[in-house]
């Protein structure tokens, strides 16, 4: 009877796995869809999504920050360790590692790549990020395939420091660099056989402003469990359209595979015809962007009802996220009061208390209203100002016109203005001559780390005061907190600084938090491993492990 059982499940396991996925099926090729084409293939200097989406798939890190997980894991790195101080890091290379063309890639190209981004006459955006206590990382070779990366001070991020950073080819870049042409190297017009690197692809063919075929590079590092070569696709195709309509019109005419990063207007059209074109919807929920309404906090700053922190809660209390989240994002975005979102899991610190009616917050800051409910501060001038908007971005538009109706309501007359990107960030960054204006950023990565340039006084990032000082007392209360989260290396002390942080923007409300928009990707049946993350590239992170799925 025993026997006879044990049969029985053996035939039902072998039924099941019968009509199971292989796992990682080898061939076949993928059609991603993209707004626009990249820029080049010079990793260095790549700040454009379309060009990091690219590089991203020609090049290797030592380690990298797994998308699911939101934890190192290692790449070309073997192994690494953090000194007990928090001082070294020792990173172990991979053996046998190759390039794309067959060259051993050694310790030479890591300290290569590293003296590349910390040369200033290079001007890498990284350079900034690769320094500590304001002092950049030493780095020297520790033996044979050994790093060691000295800091000047602690790093409670610790080896997150190094992600990310694509290893550099020395003996097809180093004369480019050393004959100052290093910013031109590898342009868009660049030939496919002179593009070199450690990732799972390689350059093909480029027709551009068409498309771009990347192809399986065989000496690519990685393996599977089971011992099997990555990546499992043959090719990767890049298609180009302007605009999201164009997007997923292509990828309903069966033109594409794969589109990501659209709204919730497109999920919805995609969603009445999924079906009958085969296609695989995800809603990954929130992701790390966050839109935001800016006031201008600098010292230039016209308007003195921003520097008053009722006002700012007023107006926070006013504006109605959730119809923001339903019409302007169908329903595909979550509302929130902070600049941390869900997304980033345990560094999260909850939703902020509420802050009260904002009638009620007004009156108690001495505004008050005309004989027809205009809003007056407490000298008695009507309380009015200009909202900019990207003028090319119909979320933000619609965003903007919700919030003028809610000011609307409160007796505030906050005009919005559409302007062209550019010259909407000039006015922001460089000129600092605005009122308000509605924009987004996107954290680089969960830990706390991401956001020091976006909220502390030194941070270029710092939108709402690109001074550079702490001018007012919660403003030196960040800087000393996040001194703090980044100093020490125990992640309950600062999980807890970092919460801390969060309620003091919440309160102060320098940039009224909005929505943050949900991942939304799009792909055809039988395209398996497709798992959009939040971190780095937000749906090509792990294209080495695409596959089709075959009867």
């Given at each position: 009877m025993q026997m006879r059982s044990a049969r029985l499940c053996r035939g039902l396991l072998l039924s099941v796995l019968a009509v199971l996925p292989v796992w990682g099926?080898?061939?076949?090729?993928?059609?991603?869809?993209?707004?626009?084409?990249?820029?080049?293939?010079?990793?260095?200097?790549?700040?454009?999504?379309?060009?990091?989406a690219v590089i991203g798939l020609l090049h290797a890190p030592l380690l990298r920050i797994h998308s699911e997980t939101q934890e190192t894991e290692a790449a070309l790195a073997e192994s690494w360790k953090v000194s007990p101080d928090g001082l070294v890091i020792t990173v172990a290379l991979r053996r046998g590692v190759q390039f794309s063309d067959g060259t051993p890639l050694t310790v030479d190209d890591v300290l290569f790549t590293f003296a590349v981004h910390q040369d200033p006459a290079v001007a890498s955006p990284q350079r900034e990020v690769l320094q500590v206590g304001g002092k950049p990382l030493a780095v020297s070779a520790a033996g044979a395939g050994a790093i060691k990366f000295q800091m000047a001070e602690p790093y409670a991020a610790g080896e997150r420091l190094l992600a990310g950073i694509a290893i550099l080819p020395k003996h097809r870049m180093q004369a480019a660099y050393r004959e100052g042409r290093f910013r031109t190297f590898w342009g868009l017009g660049t030939k496919p056989e002179e593009l070199v690197g450690a990732g799972p692809f390689r350059v093909k063919t480029v027709e551009p402003g068409q498309r771009m075929v990347l192809e399986r590079n065989p000496r690519y590092w990685k393996r599977d469990k089971a011992g099997k070569t990555m990546p499992y696709l043959d090719e990767m195709e890049f298609v180009f359209a302007a605009g999201e309509d164009a997007q997923v019109a292509r990828l309903l005419a069966g033109e594409a595979d794969l589109a990501a990063g659209f709204g919730g207007g497109s999920y919805r059209a995609i969603e009445a015809n999924r079906e009958r074109r085969g296609i695989r919807l995800t809603d990954a929920g929130p992701s790390l962007d966050y839109t935001f309404l800016l006031f201008n906090l600098n010292?230039?700053?016209?308007?003195?009802?921003?520097?008053?922190?009722?006002?700012?809660?007023?107006?926070?209390?006013?504006?109605?996220?959730?119809?923001?989240?339903?019409?302007?994002?169908?329903?595909?975005?979550?509302?929130?009061?902070?600049?941390?979102?869900?997304?980033?899991?345990?560094?999260?610190?909850?939703?902020?208390?509420?802050?009260?009616?904002?009638?009620?917050?007004?009156?108690?800051a001495g505004y008050r209203w005309d004989t027809e409910g205009r809003l007056l501060d407490p000298k008695g001038a009507t309380v009015s100002f200009t909202l900019l908007v990207n003028a090319a971005n119909p979320a933000y538009t619609h965003t903007g016109a919700i919030i003028e109706e809610d000011l609307k309501k409160l007796g505030i007359a906050a005009q919005v203005v559409p302007m062209e990107f550019r010259s909407l960030v000039d006015r922001v960054v460089n000129r600092k001559d605005?009122?308000?204006?509605?924009?987004?950023?996107?954290?680089?990565?969960?830990?706390?780390?991401?956001?020091?340039?976006?909220?502390?006084?030194?941070?270029?990032?710092?939108?709402?005061?690109?001074?550079?000082?702490?001018i007012r007392p919660w403003e030196t209360e960040i800087d000393e907190k996040m001194r703090a989260v980044m100093a020490t290396r125990d992640q309950a002390v600062r999980r807890r600084l970092f919460h801390e942080v969060q309620r003091i923007l919440e309160r102060e409300a320098p940039m009224v938090c909005l929505v943050s928009p949900n991942l939304l990707v799009a792909s055809r049946m039988g395209l398996e491993n497709v798992r959009p993350g939040v971190i780095g590239d937000l749906v090509l992170w792990n294209a080495d492990e695409w596959y089709w799925r075959r009867p």
């Open positions: 099926q080898s061939g076949g090729r993928v059609v991603v869809v993209q707004r626009s084409e990249p820029r080049g293939f010079q990793p260095v200097y790549a700040v454009d999504e379309p060009s990091r010292p230039e700053s016209k308007r003195e009802w921003f520097g008053q922190t009722a006002f700012r809660q007023a107006v926070s209390a006013a504006v109605d996220r959730e119809s923001i989240a339903r019409l302007v994002y169908r329903g595909r975005a979550s509302a929130i009061r902070g600049p941390v979102t869900p997304a980033r899991q345990k560094w999260f610190a909850g939703p902020p208390p509420p802050f009260g009616k904002p009638r009620e917050i007004l009156t108690s605005f009122d308000a204006a509605i924009m987004a950023l996107r954290p680089g990565d969960v830990d706390p780390a991401a956001d020091v340039n976006a909220w502390v006084s030194a941070g270029k990032t710092r939108l709402w005061n690109l001074s550079g000082k702490a």
